[in-house]
């Protein structure tokens, strides 16, 4: 009889034990809206405090070197779930609007499609901005469930016509306008259930949302897309988060993101999913320097959102998976969101569909690993409005800057380009031109970052059209 009882609870034992290593790991991709560099305690902030995410990096990984596909919204996006360049998808030239007529092809191939065909549920929660028309929606693009405003929370339905003309800090100090002043749609699914969204409480709708559908499929794979519309301009928080100085405006949406991040974790941890789950936290482009205290920080970084400079696109990122992710480690090799779904692919062993190109690599070793096996070693820099401007080989950044005097360009006269060569190794605030020193290696880097958008161009696919 012992032996019998003995030998089931082995059986019980190794069968835990196979399951436990042969669980496919939970996705949460929790993605910022124009969050900088600096705005983050554990990437140098002093003057935002952000515990939750800060412990996320004390039990994770930082990668400190960690790029955008874009300095704006939409183009930013299209490329962290597909895995391209913008320029690939169709969706390089600025961002969607209102009255816009495209979106994300349902036909492209998402980390939501990737993870839905191996068994994941899978739901958005949060700013879409990737097409308004239903058939561009998240549900169309590998999606199960979605709740959120479909482009920026400046913007207006049905036409972005009849924005309010008032100072950011006027806005601030009267919170009551969140339900005044912007006419910006809440979709569940493809149908709209708020108008105007209540923009003061959206952040924790957002993340109410996701913490069900977790609670929901705790018992079978799960990925949740947590775009928030903060820090995007105009800024809102709950009651109990404000701060009527506007001052502090932004200080105060950025811990309440924070806080909004730590309900997320506790239900994860209260749930005994941590070590199934991997979260990275990250942000679309950098700050939106021109809002002053309405915007954030890029810290040691040149610039912000809307540029090339490292302050548009390169972000924080902590990423977090305990018994995955080494605890308390920095990755400074190059990584971008382009790299997310062939890792993810790669992580939970399910290779690419091959009828399609993407710019990605599998960077898993980075998100994983002690040791990063495959560093990227190129990296391409298009403007907001989807022009090639930069190349990124190992510690040399190439920008070539073309002045926007597009009347003196259609006239058919010669506008000379600032060209500037920068050692991020030595310079990650590029304060130091050495174009002039290197004339061959700036010949060399430009040809092949014409070489490569050239590629990319031919090979371009359609986004979806009304």
Known sequence: MFRLLFSVCLLFASGSAVRGETRLPNFVIIFADDQGYGDLGCFGSETIATPHIDRMAAEGRRLT????????????????????????????????????????????HTIADHLKAAGYATGCFGKWH???????????????????????????????????????????????????????????????????????????????????????????????YLPHSMPHIPLYVPENAYDSDPQNAYKCVIEHIDAEVGRLMDTIRELDLAEDTIVIYTSDNGPWLQFKNHGGSAGPLRAGKGTTFEGGQRVPCVVWGPGRVPAGTECSELVATIDLLPSIASLIDRPLPEDRQIDGQDMSSCLVSETCQNPREEYLYYTSHGQIEGIRQGKWKLLVKYPRRRGNRARGEKVAPEVLLFDLDRDVGEANNLADEHPQLVQSLQQRMLQRDAEIEAAARAPWTK
């Not at 790029?67 to 913008?86: E, F, I, K, N």
């Not at 998240?138 to 972005?160: A, E, L, T």
């Open 130 to 224: 990737l097409g308004h028309h239903p058939e561009t929606l998240p549900r169309q693009n590998g999606f199960d469930v979605y709740f959120g405003i479909p482009y920026s929370n400046d913007m207006n339905h049905p036409d972005n016509k009849r924005k309010p003309r008032i100072s950011s800090d006027n806005l601030w100090k009267d919170q009551e306008s969140a339900v005044k002043y912007w006419n910006t749609p809440l979709i569940e699914n493809e149908e709209i259930v708020e108008l105007p969204v209540d923009q003061r409480t959206i952040t924790r709708r957002y993340t109410d949302r996701a913490i069900d559908f977790i609670e929901q499929h705790q018992d079978q794979p799960f990925f949740v």
């Open 65 to 108: 070197n960690f790029m955008v596909a874009s300095p704006v919204c939409t183009p930013s996006r299209a490329a962290l779930l597909t895995g391209s360049y913008p320029k690939r998808v169709g969706l390089h030239q600025h961002v969607l609007f209102p009255q816009s007529t495209k979106g994300l092809h349902p036909e492209e």
